[in-house]
C-alpha cells in the first residue's frame, strides 16, 4: 500500500505541496485528525533553490479537527479516512461507510449541515451526508527546503449546526517524511484566516506518539503539532498551543478564529534530504488492535496489527457469528478495508470467545493457536471435548468453567499450568490426570465436580490449593504427588466421600482443608510422612483422621 502511495504522490502531487486536517477526541472520530482535501494546484513556491535536481518530494499539508462544526479531514496517514482510503469509516458506528471517500476531493463533518438537519436525515442517508466536497485545497509537494503554503478556500463552517464550543481540537502539519531522518524542524509557522494572521510560532514540534487512541499518532512520520488539545499524550505539551486552557478550562479565543472563508498556513522546512530517492517507511496498517472482524462465520479481534508491506498481523477467535457444533480454527483470516486486503495469522482464542455458547459441542485447536483466553468456554453446556494442541502452554483461568458436558479431558503435552477454577462445575467430569510438565494448579481448578472420583497428581506440582476439590462428592481417595507439601485451605472441602489420602512426605494442612468431609480419614505412606500429616490435618481442625 505504501509503495503505491509513494508512487501516487510523485506523479499526481509532483508540482503540488499539500495541507491535511485531522481532528481527534472526544468525538466520534476516534482514530485521528482530518481535514479537507487537496487539489493539484500547486499554491506554493520554495524560497531556496535546490542544489540539484531533487530524487524525492515531500508532502506536507496543515491537518486539522474543528470542534463545534465537527468538521476534519484526517492526517495523510490516518487508515480510517487518509489519503489512500476508498471510502469513509463511520466511527460512531464502528465500520465503513458506503459512500466512496475520495480524499483529494472530500472532507468529513461528524454534524449535518443546516439544510440536511432540516431534511430530517436519518440512518445511511445521515452517513452519506457526512461526506462533503464544498472546500477547495491547494497542495502541493515539497522538493526543496525553503518556505511552503498551503491554503484550503470555501471552507465554511458556518452552514453547519454548531454544537457546543467552536474550536481547533488540533491543527498540525502531517507529512511523509520519515522520522529516520533526523534533524527536520518547521519554523516560522503562520496561521490566517480568512486572509487574517491569527497565529504565528517560531517553530512546531513533531508529535512523538506513533499511534494514540485519542488524537493522532505520527506513524512513523514527521507531524508538527501547531494547536492541540492532547499535546500531553503527543509529547509537544508546553509547545503546542492548547485551545483550552487545563487551568482555567476556558478557550483561548485568540488561537481560535472558525473561517468563514479560508484557513491558511505558511512555514519554512529545514533539513529535509531531497536528494536521496525516498524509502518505504514500514508502518502498521488495518484495524486497530481490538477491533473485530467476521471471515466465513467466525468473529476475530485483532491482536496485532498489519503493516504497510504487506506482512500478516495476528487475530484471536472472539466466536461465531454462525452457530455450528463443531468446530475447527483456521489458520488464517482475512478482512477488507476499501479495497485493501488485509490478512492475519490466528494466534488465540480470545477471553470469552465461546461463553455461555449452548450450541458447540467439539472444538478442535489448530496448530497456529498459542493461547486460550480466560473463560473461554465458560458456561458452554453442550461441549464434549476440546483437542489443544502442544504449542498452547496454558488452560486459563475459567476455561471450562461450568461446562457440564466434559466427561473426560486429555491434556496436551504443552500445558504446564491449569488455572483458577479451569474446571469448575464440570459436572460430568469423572477422572483427570496431570501431564508431567503440569507445575502448577489453581484453586477451586475442580471444584464442583461432583464425579469426579479419581485423579492423579504428577511429581512436579507443589502443592494443593484452596478450593481445588471442593464439592467433589464422589472422591474417595487421593495420592499427592511426591512434592505437594501444603493443602490450603478448603481444599478438600464437601467432599463427602473422601476416607484415603497416601503422602509421600511431610504436609502442611490449612485450616477448614477438610470441613464437611463425612467419613474417617485414612493416611498411608512413610510412617513419619503419615505421623506429620495426621497432626496437621487434626490441627487443621478435622478430628475423624487415623
Known amino acids: ?33 482530518t481535514a479537507k482535501a487537496a487539489d493539484t494546484t500547486a499554491s506554493a513556491t520554495a524560497t531556496a533553490t535546490p542544489a540539484a535536481t531533487p530524487a524525492a518530494s515531500y508532502m506536507a499539508y496543515t491537518a486539522f479537527s474543528m470542534a463545534g462544526p465537527w468538521i476534519y479531514r484526517s492526517e495523510w496517514t490516518n487508515d480510517k479516512s487518509g489519503l489512500t482510503v476508498k471510502e469513509f469509516y463511520d466511527s460512531e458506528k464502528s465500520k465503513w461507510g458506503r459512500s466512496a471517500f475520495d480524499y483529494t476531493k472530500n472532507y468529513l463533518a461528524n454534524n449535518l449541515t443546516k439544510a440536511q438537519e432540516t431534511m430530517g436525515l436519518r440512518g445511511q442517508a445521515r452517513g452519506d451526508a457526512r461526506v462533503h466536497s464544498e472546500a477547495t485545497i491547494k497542495d502541493a509537494a515539497m522538493t526543496t527546503n525553503g518556505e511552503w503554503t498551503a491554503e484550503i478556500t ?28 533526523k534533524n527536520v524542524k518547521c519554523t516560522n509557522v503562520k496561521v490566517s484566516v480568512d486572509d487574517k494572521q491569527i497565529l504565528e510560532l517560531k517553530e512546531a514540534f513533531p508529535n512523538t506518539q506513533a499511534s494514540d487512541k485519542q488524537g493522532s499518532g505520527n506513524k512513523g512520520y514527521y507531524d508538527f503539532m ?26 483561548n479565543t485568540e488561537i481560535n478564529a472558525m473561517p468563514a472563508k479560508s484557513l491558511k498556513i505558511t512555514f519554512t522546512i529545514s533539513g529535509v534530504d531531497f536528494v536521496t530517492a525516498k524509502k518505504e517507511v514500514v508502518v502498521d496498517n488495518g484495524p486497530t488492535v481490538g477491533s473485530t472482524f467476521v471471515d466465513n462465520g467466525v468473529k476475530y479481534v485483532v491482536t496485532k496489527r498489519t503493516k504497510t ?11 461465531l457469528a454462525t452457530k455450528k457444533a463443531d468446530f475447527t480454527t483456521a489458520a488464517t483470516a482475512k478482512t477488507t478495508e476499501g479495497t485493501t486486503v488485509l490478512n492475519y495469522d490466528v494466534t488465540g482464542i480470545a477471553d470469552n470467545a465461546f461463553a455461555k455458547d449452548t450450541t458447540i459441542k467439539t472444538v478442535t485447536l489448530g496448530d497456529t493457536i498459542k493461547t486460550v483466553g480466560e473463560a473461554a468456554f465458560k458456561g458452554c453446556t453442550k461441549l464434549t471435548k476440546v483437542t489443544y494442541n502442544k504449542n498452547i502452554t496454558k488452560i486459563a483461568d475459567d476455561t471450562f468453567n461450568g461446562c457440564k458436558s466434559i466427561k473426560s479431558f486429555k491434556l496436551s503435552s504443552g500445558i504446564k499450568s491449569i488455572g483458577e477454577a479451569a474446571f469448575k462445575n464440570c459436572t460430568a467430569l469423572k477422572s483427570f490426570k496431570l501431564t508431567k510438565n503440569v507445575k502448577s494448579v489453581g484453586a477451586s481448578a475442580f471444584s464442583g465436580c461432583k464425579k469426579l472420583s479419581k485423579f492423579t497428581y504428577n511429581s512436579t506440582v507443589k502443592s494443593v490449593a484452596g478450593s481445588t476439590f471442593k464439592d467433589c462428592t464422589s472422591l474417595k481417595s487421593i495420592k499427592l504427588g511426591k512434592k505437594v507439601k501444603k493443602i490450603g485451605g ?20 490449612s485450616k477448614k482443608a477438610f470441613k464437611g468431609c463425612k467419613k474417617t480419614i485414612k493416611v498411608s505412606g512413610k510412617k513419619a510422612y503419615v505421623k506429620y500429616t495426621k497432626k496437621q490435618i487434626k490441627k487443621a481442625g478435622y478430628k475423624k483422621v487415623k
Do not use: W
Not at 470555501?154 to 502531517?174: A, E, W
Not at 464437601?494 to 484415603?500: A, F, I, M, P, Q
Open 154 to 181: 470555501n471552507l465554511d463552517t458556518t452552514q453547519y449546526k454548531v454544537v457546543g464550543d467552536s474550536y481547533y481540537d488540533v491543527l498540525h502539519i502531517s507529512t511523509d517524511i520519515p522520522l529516520t531522518m
Open 490 to 509: 478448603s481444599a478438600f472441602a464437601g467432599c463427602k466421600k473422601l476416607s484415603k489420602i497416601t503422602v509421600s512426605q511431610k504436609v502442611k494442612v
Open 226 to 251: 501547531i494547536i492541540d488539545n492532547y499535546a500531553d499524550s503527543h509529547g509537544v505539551e508546553g509547545k503546542a498551543l492548547r485551545p483550552i486552557d487545563k487551568t482555567t478550562g476556558k478557550l
Open 1 to 33: 500500500m505504501r509503495k503505491n502511495l509513494t508512487k501516487a504522490i510523485s506523479t499526481t502531487l509532483a508540482a503540488a505541496m499539500v495541507v491535511t486536517a485531522g481532528g481527534f477526541a472526544g468525538v466520534a472520530n476516534t482514530n485521528g485528525s
Open 309 to 319: 508491506n504487506n506482512s500478516k498481523g495476528t487475530v484471536a477467535v472472539a466466536g
